[in-house]
T-cell receptor, first 113, second 112 residues
Framework: DTEVTQTPKHLVMGMTNKKSLKCEQHMGHRAMYWYKQKAKKPPELMFV???????INESVPSRFSPECPNSSLLNLHLHALQPEDSALYLC????????????FGPGTRLTVT | GESVGLHLPTLSVQEGDNSIINCAYS??????FIWYKQESGKGPQFIIDIRSNMDKRQGQRVTVLLNKTVKHLSLQIAYTQPGDSAVYFCAENESNTGKLIFGQGTTLQVKP
């Protein structure tokens, strides 16, 4: 099973809302990732968690707050977002942070109004 | 059909023809490369990968070629089908950071 699941599939939120994106994998992978993808652009790395610890933060604004409660779960907490943050948010996992194959979830389509 | 140069946004091929999608990568230290297929509204789907100590790898209907001398990667799809229509991204894995760096992507359109 090479499945990464993400919820919700779609999310519409106002600029004053607080919401969370969730990601789960049961492949025993020890590295998990958040990517942001704008329309017609490649995914851009936001955060990397390795063995449940944050190892890379690609200078992401603090209105995005990642959390890794355990080795199977990854959350992205959202607060005070801007309309330009509207995008597809993708979660991925791999065996280790320098692991070979990175498997992606289907993404959460986020719209900030 | 073939995409040429560093990046061609769209490649249009006839069903049944072979497709070649090209990609140039930037980091000589990258040790691993992946091709992804992304259909509309979905996340990237792993197609095939290749390590830097190889120059060719074959899968089912797909072949990846790696030329480290010119830092060039290509994906060949044999007997292209309508279901192959998607955006294709190459990605290089930076060995020192584990970061996956994506190319700009090529849209493959398959004409029936």
């Amino acid at each position: 099973d090479t499945e990464v699941t993400q919820t919700p599939k779609h999310l519409v939120m106002g600029m004053t809302n607080k919401k969370s994106l969730k990601c789960e994998q049961h492949m025993g992978h020890r590295a998990m990732y958040w990517y942001k993808q704008k329309a017609k652009k490649p995914p851009e790395l936001m955060f990397v968690y390795s063995y449940e610890k944050l190892s890379i933060n690609e200078s992401v604004p603090s209105r995005f707050s990642p959390e890794c409660p355990n080795s199977s779960l990854l959350n992205l907490h959202l607060h005070a977002l801007q309309p330009e943050d509207s995008a597809l948010y993708l979660c991925a996992s791999s065996q280790e942070s320098q692991g070979r194959s990175k498997y992606f979830g289907p993404g959460t389509r986020l719209t900030v109004t | 059909g073939e995409s040429v140069g560093l990046h061609l946004p769209t490649l249009s091929v006839q069903e049944g023809d072979n497709s070649i999608i090209n990609c140039a990568y930037s980091n000589s230290a990258s040790d691993y490369f992946i091709w992804y297929k992304q259909e509309s509204g979905k996340g990237p789907q792993f197609i095939i990968d290749i390590r830097s100590n190889m120059d060719k790898r074959q899968g089912q209907r797909v072949t990846v070629l790696l030329n480290k001398t010119v830092k060039h990667l290509s994906l060949q799809i044999a007997y292209t089908q309508p279901g192959d229509s998607a955006v294709y991204f190459c990605a290089e894995n930076e060995s020192n950071t584990g970061k996956l760096i994506f190319g700009q992507g090529t849209t493959l359109q398959v004409k029936p």
